[in-house]
């Protein structure tokens, strides 16, 4: 609908009114929408901030507790013994809705960690290090859930953005504009009615 290309009847004043107030409907529902979002992301980013300082932490010491291993036990001799350890877990992703987005969640098994090395040929510094690993790798499981929903986020409330902003700064100044120049034709041919209404009268 280009604005002035509408011929000034009554019934489009009508459809240019609905499509005005449809498009300020629209509008006020991405805004909120868009809040929403930001909201979401915003405390997203603060976990994985959280996230973030806790994996320092444990990278410094399960590095710590690993160097002292690899001194106490030798390098050959910790490398031989992590072979041993459970490697990876099965872990499965789901999904969860946030205002229409899909964000990821990644569901695994909290099993207790198991080894099947001795603990007579290994000594603290080595455990606390497999330990630390562990956790390590339960943390950036978590993280990464949360970046993977962060940036899920972000995309759409880009587009939010843009979509809000059409009808912001082009449909609603469009609809507006074409209301009032459709109002003044009718308003003008009203005016010239009533008068040629009156002349008629007086002859």
Do not use: C, W
């Not at 690899?70 to 872990?91: H, L």
């Not at 587009?159 to 809000?164: E, F, I, L, W, Y």
């Amino acid at each position: 609908m280009a604005v002035y290309k509408l011929t000034p009847t009554k019934a489009n004043l009508i459809k240019s009114k609905n499509s005005l107030q449809f498009a300020k409907k629209g509008y006020e529902l991405l805004d909120r929408k868009r809040t929403v979002l930001i909201r979401e992301m915003m405390s997203l980013i603060d976990k994985a901030s959280e996230l973030q300082e806790r994996i320092d932490t444990e990278f410094k010491q399960a590095y710590e507790a690993l160097k002292l291993a690899n001194i106490t036990m030798g390098t050959e001799s910790v490398e031989e013994i992590a072979g041993s350890i459970e490697k990876e877990q099965d872990f499965h992703i789901l999904f969860k809705s946030v205002m229409g987005v899909e964000v990821p969640m990644i569901k695994r098994e909290d099993t207790k960690l198991t080894t099947e090395y001795g603990f007579f040929r290994t000594n603290p510094a080595f455990d606390k290090a497999v330990l630390n690993f562990s956790d390590i790798r339960k943390l950036i499981y978590d993280l990464a859930e949360i970046e993977n929903s962060v940036y899920k986020l972000a995309m759409e409330i880009k587009k939010t953005q843009k979509r809000a902003n059409a009808l912001d700064k082009i449909q609603i100044p469009k609809y507006t504009t074409t209301i009032k120049y459709i109002e003044e034709v009718l308003e003008e041919k009203e005016r010239e009615d009533f008068f040629r209404l009156k002349r008629v009268k007086g002859k």
